[in-house]
């Protein structure tokens, strides 16, 4: 790699914040044009109608950086052309609400032209149960797929307040960044671009001081964009038992989505609901209505998604088991479906150990 190409990218480092913020403020002036605006209503309580065009403002940032700098986006045109699809259905969705089946297909085709056009695959679990590798052999296109299916809906699901779902993103993808350094692909430039557009977006989706509310969201299209990036970044540094990372500390890394995608589809079928029935059993949900700000409630998911990563590379790295890393997480699991059974416990508990200070009303718009 030449000098020119290194100062190049930390350009377009540089300048992906900016970049981001400038596109998403351009596609806000079409977003009524083209329906992708959120009104209230219904289960939602902002009181104002906001763009849904952050994901594709994101996308288009980051594409356009990397075709600056004369490279493939992502380094895999399978990628770029499954994340096009998963675009195209995201914003059919966030204009006229489809169903919960069509966006499985759309995902599931996504996922299904990257495992057939590159190797990044699950190819092992890690050695959970202490018997070595778990080697998933014929099986490894279909977990796969069911990966990068279940990351990006775990990202919509917790995509509830103002800043959140851009925080839990920024994190995870900040920690395999740190991982990825030295790794000769350039997975760790293209995953500190990735970071750089988020900052960009949250700018705009983030309440800062004067403006009490998000002046745009990144809509489903974001959330199946972003928690397809993550998927795949994830599998190619912990897809494998000799990659970067074991899949165990990969999963520690994405905890706290997947931590709430999984038990509230739990929580909603023990209530015989479906698993995708909207509801406010989400932890963000009993945080706010603990008393916490938007902002409070953004900040403790963002450092209890900081401290899972943080255990699972500390653990790794200090040579803990992988099956004591999966018992751990199973543990963590339990006690994490028995908050949200449980609100009232964890609200009683969350305002002694922090008490919630004034702040604006939470906004809750997924």
Request: glycine share 10%; aromatic share 6%.
């Amino acid at each position: 790699m030449n000098d020119s190409l290194i100062e190049g990218q930390w350009i377009a480092l540089a300048a992906a914040p900016f970049v981001s913020a400038a596109l998403i403020r351009g596609l806000m002036v079409y977003a009524e044009v083209w329906g992708l605006v959120d009104h209230p209503g219904h289960r939602k309580v902002h009181r104002h109608p906001t763009p849904l065009v952050g994901g594709l403002g994101m996308l288009i940032a980051a594409v356009a950086l990397q075709l600056a700098l004369g490279r493939i986006p992502f380094e895999s045109w399978s990628l770029l052309a499954a994340l096009l699809i998963v675009t195209a259905i995201g914003v059919a969705d966030d204009a006229h609400e489809l169903s919960h089946r069509a966006k499985f297909v759309a995902q599931a085709l996504g996922a299904a032209i990257i495992v057939s056009g590159t190797s990044v695959w699950v190819l092992s679990f890690g050695d959970l149960l202490g018997f070595g590798n778990l080697e998933l052999g014929k099986w490894a296109i279909l977990v796969t797929i069911i990966s990068m299916v279940g990351v990006m809906n775990a990202i919509n699901m917790i995509d509830g307040l103002d800043g959140l779902a851009g925080s839990l993103c920024l994190v995870p993808i900040l920690m395999l960044a740190l991982l990825a350094v030295g790794d000769a692909s350039g997975v760790a430039f293209e995953l500190l671009l990735l970071a750089g557009v988020i900052c960009g977006f949250l700018l705009l989706n983030l309440r800062l001081p004067g403006r009490s509310r998000a002046m745009v969201f990144m809509g489903d299209t974001g959330g199946m964009i972003l928690g397809m990036l993550i998927a795949w970044y994830s599998i190619k540094l912990g897809g494998a038992s000799n990659s970067t990372i074991k899949p165990i500390t990969a999963v520690w890394i994405l905890a706290v989505p997947l931590l709430d995608m999984g038990s509230v589809m739990l929580l909603r079928l023990s209530q015989r609901k479906s698993p995708f029935h909207a509801d406010q059993q989400h932890l963000h949900h009993v945080l706010l209505h603990a008393g916490y700000s938007v902002n409070q409630v953004v900040g403790i998911m963002s450092a209890l998604s900081l401290a899972c990563g943080g255990i699972g590379v500390t653990a790794e790295r200090q040579g803990i088991p992988q099956f004591a890393m999966f018992l751990a997480f199973l543990v963590v699991w339990a006690a994490y479906i028995m908050a949200l059974k449980h609100p009232a416990a964890v609200q009683t508990l969350a305002r002694r150990i922090l008490p919630p200070r004034a702040g604006h009303p939470g906004s809750v718009h997924s």
